[in-house]
């Protein structure tokens, strides 16, 4: 088993900045990968990024590209996620999980925090 647990969100004017954190703790050794999705009311879970812990190869989709980024810190088995420029438009709970291989497919991951609470004000 794993835990996840997010934090880091909040409510902030659009251009703003947050940044999210995700930790995971228990058997981490069987996950490779660490994935932030996003579900905005009466939509899907939408795929955000993903980042790999051994090599710490990011991946994002096309509407967070350059302007979120995601990074690790090993030691503390903790994935964040630097939101930059926010939108109205990314105003959702914002999720982590934690997988064995990267997908942008939320079915892939096997292990799932809470999630936590974006807001952005125009």
């Known amino acids: 088993q794993v835990q996840v647990v997010e934090s880091g969100g909040g409510l902030v004017q659009s251009g703003e900045s947050l940044r999210l954190s995700c930790a995971a703790s228990g058997r981490t050794l069987d996950s490779f990968v660490t994935g932030w999705f996003r579900q905005a009311p009466g939509k899907e879970r939408d795929f955000v990024a993903a980042?790999?812990?051994?090599?710490?190869?990011?991946y994002y989709s096309d509407s967070v590209k350059g302007r979120f980024s995601s990074s690790r810190d090993n030691a503390k088995n903790i994935v964040y996620l630097q939101m930059n420029s926010l939108k109205p438009e990314d105003t959702a709970v914002y999720y982590c999980?934690?997988?064995?291989?990267?997908?942008?497919?939320?079915?892939?991951?096997?292990?799932w925090g809470q999630g936590t609470q974006v807001t952005v004000s125009s």
């Open positions: 999980a934690t997988g064995t291989l990267y997908s942008d497919d939320a079915r892939e991951y096997d292990y």
């Open positions: 980042i790999t812990w051994k090599e710490g190869l990011t």
